[in-house]
């Protein structure tokens, strides 16, 4: 079959959207899923700088939700018409699979970001014939169809608004994830967010949605704005004596934080603004060294990095159904759609922080 998609064919090229070719259908284990939407993550941006380590020429995207249109056989557990949301890919066989941490598998980076499963990479291609990188995040959603294995594919109720979810499967996921997850916050708990962007964001709703009292720190004002709508205390990231600010908003220091900026200096001072035995998670990838100041990890504090939000997606995402169902979960509010033909206006707006979650709409009405 052929179908439009957007191809990255160079790190510093616009997307290119153009007709690809599949020649087979679903294997077995796969589905054939009809896109309706695509968030864009910074992890599809970042691969402009991932110096040569991520092959082009690609169709990446790995937010993707859509329709059931074939499936490779029954063992996939879903039929033609199940609504999905896609997530990320993992192996199912090492350790952290089988422990039911399938972010932290053994094979996350080859399988999402450095390739993708080889077999049957060939059925995919450019018009031309031309080859194109395996799926990027076991999908590659920037486009109309995607071949994807059962495995990262999530059922979800067909009342929800299915071109907007595809974000619970990374983005949103990721914030929410390290809350409800990874920290286990609840009533009482206090959580300390830097970054109000689409993960910070879905952190900010996670900690309310679960009792616990949130605090947004950015430099941006209308990022400011959001997480205050959203029933944090928005906190400026130039204000003076940041950690004591903090300190004094969580009565003598948060007991959990969060950081998407991987700023050093913003690090510091999240471990500085923890009560003791606060714990700090990291989501963003470092580039340089992270300097830690004496006595930041004292008094049993504790900081580590935080993969897809610690989420087993099957488990996760129907969570965040049913708390936007509830009304405490209002992800919907922080996407703007762009068909896909506009992906490199997306982008744009995206780096330039006019948009918190852009979602792609290959198919128009
Ligand atoms: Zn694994
Ligand atoms: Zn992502």
Redesign the pocket.
């Known amino acids: 079959m052929r179908f439009g998609a957007a191809v990255l064919r160079s790190y510093e090229e616009p997307f290119a959207v153009e007709e690809v070719v599949l020649s087979s259908g679903p294997a077995e284990g796969e589905i054939l899923v009809r896109i309706a939407g695509c968030g864009m ?3 599809d941006l970042a691969v402009r700088r991932s110096a040569g380590r991520s092959p082009l020429p690609a169709v990446l995207g ?2 993707g939700s859509g329709v059931v249109v074939e499936t490779g056989g029954p063992d996939t557990g879903l039929a033609a018409g199940d609504h999905v949301v896609l997530s990320f890919d993992s192996c199912g066989h090492c350790r952290s699979c089988l422990g039911a941490a399938p972010a932290y598998c053994d094979r996350f980076a080859p399988l999402n970001l450095f390739g993708g499963r080889p077999e049957k990479a060939a059925r995919f291609t450019d018009a031309a014939g031309g080859a194109l990188a395996p799926r990027w995040f076991g999908q590659s959603s920037f486009a109309a169809y995607a071949v994807v294995p059962a495995r990262n594919a999530v059922r979800v109720d067909p009342s929800l608004p299915l071109a907007l979810l595809g974000p619970l499967g ?2 949103f996921l990721t914030g929410a994830g390290a809350v409800l997850n990874s920290f286990g916050a609840g009533p009482g708990d206090t959580v300390a967010v830097y970054g109000a962007g689409a993960v910070g964001l879905a952190a900010v709703m996670a900690a309310t949605a679960a009792g616990a009292v949130a605090v947004a720190v950015d430099r941006h004002p209308e990022r400011l704005a959001l997480a205050e709508k959203l029933d944090a205390v928005p906190v400026h990231s130039d204000s003076a004596d940041l950690p004591d600010r903090v300190r004094r908003l969580t009565d003598g220091g948060a007991q959990y934080a969060l950081d998407t900026t991987g700023s050093a200096q913003l690090i510091n001072d999240a471990l500085r603004a923890l009560r003791p035995t606060g714990h700090l998670g990291l989501v963003a990838r470092l580039h340089t060294a992270l300097p830690l100041e004496p006595g930041t990890l004292d008094r049993g504090r504790k900081i580590s990095h935080i993969c897809e939000g610690g989420a087993v997606p099957g488990l996760l995402i129907p969570r965040l159904t049913g708390l936007w169902q509830a009304g405490r979960f209002p992800f919907d509010q922080l996407i703007r759609t762009y068909p896909l033909a506009d992906i490199n206006e997306a982008e744009r707006d995206c780096e330039a922080g006019l948009v918190v979650k852009p979602v792609l709409i290959p198919h128009q009405a």
């Open positions: 993550c910074r992890t790995h937010e990374c983005g």
